[in-house]
């Protein structure tokens, strides 16, 4: 299927790989379509080509986890009878395990590398254009509510991570270098113009990571330092100066921890205190089975008609951290699963961007930018709950821990790579 006498078979599945997180963010029905070619081939490749069982071998670590955890909700969903409406976007795991193999297929790197940043420029333009032109304060994208600005935002940081990594490849030609960086700071600029706190702290530890990751692979210190000062420079003068929206946001937190009550409970980090608190107490409660999948709204309801929560907290359905999430609704052997999902993927992508050849590093580096985001935060917000961050983390951390994979097997040492 994709022998080598057809040379544009790996350009179109590179093509078809390279559109799919930004797939992930409009609300096109079409956008079904790269996902079923990529399906179709991935369990062609898993039943054919011995290579590519290998590469999952070699990807186990990551893989398995995510095999794990749709097991286990399955699991959960039926224990508690729950409708399966509430299993649908947890299922897409059963996607996106095979559709992984397409990564383990003769691919152009320079397709992964350039869509993958610009899907960060795209989705920063059009942050940019709702600002600016609708008069959104709060931008959130076009697939999503204004409830949807967090996970939006960790979608573009995520993508722009991604992109400022391949920016800093002194190997990769001046122009594509350019391209990448002029792409990835449209996405971090959009990213500022949602105003989600979360995620902008979380990108900071990542970023310095993967920065001083490739000094030590480089031994570019002097070259990584000023990357840092200058990175962190300009996020700090664009948050307090050109949006002084964001630094007051910022600044709200303190305040508002130190005022919440029982009795005052209302804002938005006040009202995550009080849904924490009541989390807690779901855990106590059922620290085995949990209360079931996505159950954390009826929950809470429940203990506001009996008058142990604030009514605050009514409208929300998840308790705004995705490890409560898990330990709430799947008990605390969910949260070993997602401890285990999240640090094993960290365990492998960090072992291996250290590797002394791009084409295994690079996309180690990526699927480590990915996994770091998620983990962080996930402290202070739902990471999984929506189709979209849930897509494209299962996508791209399954796919990229393939790709490393059939790296470690087939590729020999060299200066390019994704």
């Avoid at 799919?20 to 070619?37: D, E, T, W």
């Avoid at 290579?51 to 749709?70: I, K, S, T």
């Avoid at 929206?245 to 029982?262: D, G, I, K, L, Q």
């Avoid at 202070?380 to 299962?394: E, G, Q």
Wanted: charged content about 15%; overall charge positive.
């Amino acid at each position: 299927m994709l022998e080598k006498s057809n040379a544009w078979r790996p350009w179109i599945l590179s093509l078809l790989i390279a559109v799919m997180p930004l797939s992930f963010a409009v609300p096109l029905k079409a956008k079904a379509l790269p996902a079923a070619i990529l399906l179709l081939v991935g369990v062609w490749l898993l039943i054919t080509r011995a290579e590519v069982r290998q590469a999952y071998r070699r990807a186990a670590l990551v893989v398995v986890p995510a095999a794990l955890a749709f097991v286990f909700w399955l699991v959960n969903t039926l224990a508690h009878g729950i409708s399966f409406r509430e299993f649908d976007v947890t299922s897409h795991i059963l996607a996106f395990l095979p559709i992984a193999a397409c990564f383990a297929a003769p691919l152009r790197p320079i397709v992964l590398r350039l869509g993958f940043s610009a899907s960060a420029g795209a989705l920063g333009i059009i942050c940019i254009e709702q600002h600016y032109i609708e008069g959104i304060d709060r931008v959130y994208g076009i697939n999503n509510g204004l409830w949807g600005a967090i996970e939006f935002c960790m979608f573009i940081l995520v993508l722009s991570l991604i992109g400022t990594v391949q920016a800093l490849r002194v190997e990769l030609r001046t122009g594509e270098r350019l391209l990448h960086g002029v792409f990835a700071a449209l996405g971090i600029y959009g990213a500022l113009l949602t105003q989600s706190r979360g995620p902008l702290l979380a990108c900071i530890p990542v970023f310095v990571a993967l920065v001083l990751m490739q000094a030590r692979r480089t031994g570019r210190w002097r070259q990584a330092l000023g990357v840092l000062v200058l990175g962190i420079g300009v996020a700090a003068v664009a948050t307090t100066t050109l949006h002084g929206e964001v630094a007051e946001r910022f600044a709200a937190v303190s305040e508002e921890m130190s005022t919440y009550s029982e009795q005052d409970a209302t804002g938005a980090v006040r009202e995550r205190l009080e849904m924490w608190r009541n989390a807690g107490s779901a855990i106590a409660e059922r620290p085995l089975g949990g209360v079931g999948l996505n159950q954390f709204g009826a929950y809470a309801r429940g203990r506001i008609a009996e008058g142990k929560a604030s009514t605050s907290i009514e409208r929300y359905d998840h308790p705004h951290s995705e490890y409560l999430e898990w330990a709430v609704t799947g008990g605390l052997p969910a949260l070993a699963l997602l401890l285990l999902l999240f640090g094993s993927a960290l365990w492998f992508f960090g072992k291996h961007a250290l590797h002394r050849d791009n084409g295994v590093a690079m996309p180690a580096c990526a699927g480590l930018a990915v996994t770091g985001m998620y983990a962080l935060c996930g402290l202070t917000d739902n990471v999984f709950y929506r189709a979209m961050p849930h897509s494209l983390y299962f996508f791209l951390t399954l796919g990229l821990a393939v790709y490393v994979g059939r790296m470690l097997s087939h590729r020999a040492p060299s200066d390019r790579g994704y």
